[in-house]
C-alpha cells in the first residue's frame, strides 16, 4: 500500500485502515472455521467416549445375565443332585438285595442249621466235629448248645 496515493488525508486513512465489514467478515470465517474444528473435535471424543463405554460395558458383569447363569447353574446342579441320589438309591437297594440273599439266616429259615465252634466259626467237614466238645446250633427259630457223645464221619 506504500505505492498507493490518496486524494485527500480522510482518503489516505480509508485506504490504510481496512474497512469494518470487511474485517468482520473476516472475524465470521474465523468463527466458522473455528466452530467447525471445535465440533469435529467434540464428536471425535464423543465416538471415543462411546467406544470407551461400550468396552466398558462388555468388561463389566452384566446382573441379569448373572443371575441367568446362576439361575441356571442351580437347576444343573439340582438336576445332577437328582439322578445321583437315584443311582444311589438304585445301588442301595441292589446291594440291600444282594446282602439279603446272602444273610446265612436265609439259609437257615429254608431248613438248614449252621454248627459253630467255640471259636464261633462254622464247621465245615466232618472230621472238624469232636465228641464231648460243646459246639452251638443255629437253627431258625434259635441256638442251642450240644454236645456230641459220638461221631462218625465216611
Known amino acids: 500500500m506504500a505505492d498507493l496515493r ?4 480522510t482518503g489516505a486513512a480509508e485506504l490504510s485502515a481496512p474497512r469494518k465489514d470487511q474485517l468482520l467478515q473476516e472475524l465470521a470465517a474465523i468463527e466458522q472455521a473455528l466452530y467447525q474444528r471445535l465440533m469435529q473435535r467434540v464428536e471425535r471424543e464423543a465416538q471415543t467416549l462411546d467406544q470407551l463405554a461400550l468396552r466398558l460395558s462388555h468388561a463389566l458383569p452384566n446382573p441379569d445375565r448373572m443371575r441367568e447363569q446362576i439361575t441356571s447353574w442351580q437347576t444343573r446342579l439340582q438336576q445332577a443332585w437328582s439322578v445321583q441320589v437315584d443311582n444311589f438309591k438304585r ?19 429254608r431248613g438248614y442249621a449252621v ?9 465245615r467237614k466232618p472230621k472238624d466235629l469232636k465228641a464231648q466238645q460243646p459246639f452251638e446250633v443255629r437253627l431258625a427259630e434259635g441256638v442251642a448248645q450240644v454236645q456230641f457223645e459220638q461221631v462218625k464221619t465216611d
Open 6 to 9: 490518496a486524494p485527500t488525508p
Open 91 to 109: 445301588n442301595q437297594n441292589h446291594y440291600q438285595l444282594q446282602l439279603e440273599m446272602l444273610n446265612p439266616q436265609r439259609t437257615v429259615e
Open 115 to 123: 454248627i459253630l465252634n467255640e471259636q464261633g466259626q462254622a464247621i
